[in-house]
T-cell receptor
Framework: DGGITQSPKYLFRKEGQNVTLSCEQN?????MYWYRQDPGQGLRLIYY???????QKGDIAEGYSVSREKKESFPLTVTSAQKNPTAFYLC?????????????FGSGTQLSVL | GQNIDQPTEMTATEGAIVQINCTYQ??????LFWYQQHAGEAPTFLSY??LDGLEEKGRFSSFLSRSKGYSYLLLKELQMKDSASYLC??????????WGAGTKLIIKP
């Protein structure tokens, strides 16, 4: 079955450490996204990619980095520059970016600071 | 900037009907989405409206009024499994989604 897989489910970061969240999809989707979800707030876009080897910053890209070397994979690195990283991180994909294109989400990664 | 407003929390009774409202700013509109999210899980797509009117899909219906910048999600014959957060999202002129904070729906027996 096609889908989008995030790992790990839970992740702990120490002070000054970079951590990488994995996102893989086998839906053959061109577009992939990373969102951050905090209690009481809407999803906020960190980075998105419309095609392999290209990505754009979203609304809250500072302290994060991504790569898109393969169509199936869009890993997110939370760097030590991100001072408040505790949040639920959601990866998503869509066939394209047109008006009616719906997002398919992974099951999320809860990142906490030790 | 764009704002999406929806109630923070609603409570309803099993078997009843509930309407969850969402208002958005009308500039650069390219569609309105509703997603369901159970606690700690992935959001899943419920509906998409781009034209005015009501779209019915089983127990769930979604309504849009573009002139009023208003949408609602109507859930009928509520079941306990409908307890979840319901996220409203507008697609803007750049085809990016602007998300509301979500409405937590609590279903009581």
């Amino acid at each position: 079955d096609g889908g989008i897989t995030q790992s790990p489910k839970y992740l702990f970061r120490k002070e000054g450490q970079n951590v990488t969240l994995s996102c893989e999809q086998n839906l053959n989707h061109d577009a992939m996204y990373w969102y951050r979800q905090d209690p009481g707030q809407g999803l906020r876009l960190i980075y998105y990619s419309q095609i392999v080897n290209d990505f754009q910053k979203g609304d809250i890209a500072e302290g994060y980095s991504v790569s898109r070397e393969k169509k199936e994979s869009f890993p997110l690195t939370v760097t030590s520059a991100q001072k408040n990283p505790t949040a639920f991180y959601l990866c998503a994909s869509s066939l394209g970016q047109g008006g009616a294109e719906k997002l398919f989400f992974g099951s999320g990664t809860q990142l906490s600071v030790l | 900037g764009q704002n999406i407003d929806q109630p923070t929390e609603m409570t309803a009774t099993e078997g009843a009907i509930v309407q969850i409202n969402c208002t958005y700013q009308t500039s650069g509109f390219n569609g309105l989405f509703w997603y369901q999210q159970h606690a700690g899980e992935a959001p899943t797509f419920l509906s998409y409206n781009v034209l005015d009117g009501l779209e019915e899909k089983g127990r769930f219906s979604s309504f849009l009024s573009r002139s009023k910048g208003y949408s609602y999600l109507l859930l009928k014959e509520l079941q306990m499994k409908d307890s979840a957060s319901y996220l409203c999202a507008e697609k803007d002129s750049n085809y990016q989604l602007i998300w509301g904070a979500g409405t937590k729906l609590i279903i009581k027996p």
